[in-house]
């Protein structure tokens, strides 16, 4: 079992930067995949960024060029840097990892305000 932990979300002016951390209880493998993907009010769960090593990255089109995301295993955490945030990025965002499971945190709100 893995049990993952948010943090960083929280309110923001468009335009604005946040970095969300999840921190893993135990230690993750280097090609488990982990993620972060967002639901807004109303809306499906949707994929924001997944990565697998340390170069295998995907983006979802809409943030692309803005968010990046990265991960350190020393520190079992992935972390998502959001720059020039918009008010549709508003969401709850959840941490994802996979490896013969899935794992889902408990999420982290973002609000973005105009």
């Known amino acids: 079992q893995v049990q993952l932990v948010e943090s960083g979300g929280g309110l923001v002016q468009a335009g604005g930067s946040l970095r969300l951390s999840c921190m893993a209880s135990?230690?993750?493998?280097?090609?488990?995949?982990m993620g972060w993907y967002r639901q807004a009010p109303g809306e499906e769960r949707e994929l924001v960024a997944t990565?697998?090593?340390?170069?295998?990255?995907n983006y979802a089109d809409s943030v692309k060029g803005r968010f990046t995301i990265s991960k350190d295993l020393a520190k079992r955490t992935v972390y998502l840097q959001m720059n020039s945030l918009k008010p549709e990025d508003t969401a709850v965002y959840y941490c994802?990892?996979?490896?013969?499971?899935?794992?889902w945190g408990q999420g982290t709100q973002v609000t973005v305000s105009s």
């Open positions: 994802h990892y996979r490896d013969d499971k899935i794992y």
């Open positions: 990565i697998q090593g340390f170069t295998t990255t």
């Open positions: 135990r230690s993750i493998r280097h090609l488990d995949v």
